[in-house]
């Protein structure tokens, strides 16, 4: 079974550039999340995809960063524009239904360095 | 959602059982544990989920006092393959199953 492919895997930009990550989750998985994870630190909840449609973006910082999941399959992570603190690995995750608890299958990771 | 508290770091040697134990005191009913492992440059990875007493599966066991409001990620025989990064999380049940990391400990598996 193919796990969740992300990219590009390592990403440098300079503060103020824009960026996009893309993510495409276990096939027939109807959940996705996009976490960020700060060097020394554990993965945080950016926001979660139910389908298409957003069921938590509370910790995702809308005035730079956006999400999207058209036909509820791929998912594109963007910022812009970027600063410092952005620099850290952009995770996304999959699992197969949006009730109840469900293992979390998670991608390799997008590294972003913004200089 | 229920906070946990785990060691920030553990060093272990070959061959050794490892008892790693999570406290979150805050637990509500409806809560399951579970623990992720997280090697370098890789996303984390289920390993064992539970709700009380004990669980046990290929890769180890998670054990669960009746109060809920510790448990225990046992490691059988660690190798150095296991030096990873240990996560310990409190899982609401339902729809909103939010996964919410804390800082996890840092296994060292010494030969």
């Known amino acids: 079974e193919a796990g969740v492919a992300q990219s590009p895997r390592y990403k440098i930009i300079e503060k103020r550039q824009s960026v996009a990550f893309w993510c495409n989750p276990i096939?027939?998985?109807?959940?996705l999340y996009w976490y960020q994870q700060i060097l020394g630190q554990g993965p945080k909840l950016l926001i979660q995809f139910q389908n298409n449609g957003v069921v938590d973006d509370s910790q995702l910082p809308k005035d730079r960063f956006s999400a999207e999941r058209l036909k509820g399959v791929d998912s594109t992570l963007k910022i812009q524009p970027a600063k410092l603190e952005d620099s850290a690995v952009y995770l996304c995750?999959?699992?197969?239904?949006?009730?109840?608890?469900?293992?979390?299958?998670f991608g390799p990771g997008t590294r972003l360095t913004v200089l | 959602l229920a906070k946990t508290t785990q060691p920030i770091s553990m060093d272990s040697y070959e061959g050794q059982e490892v008892n790693i134990t999570c406290s979150h005191n805050n637990i509500a009913t409806n809560d399951y544990i579970t623990w992720y492992q997280q090697f370098p440059s890789q996303g984390p990875r289920f390993i064992i989920q539970?709700?009380?007493t004990k669980v046990t599966n290929e890769v180890a066991s998670l054990f669960i006092p009746a109060d809920r409001k510790s448990s225990t990620l046992s490691l059988p025989r660690v190798s150095l393959s296991d030096t990873a990064v240990y996560y310990c999380l409190v899982v609401l049940s339902g729809s909103a199953r939010q996964l919410t990391f804390g800082s996890g400990t840092q296994l060292t598996v010494l030969p």
């Open positions: 995750a999959s699992s197969p239904s949006g009730r109840g608890y469900n293992e979390q299958f």
């Open positions: 096939s027939g998985h109807a959940t």
């Open positions: 539970g709700y009380k």
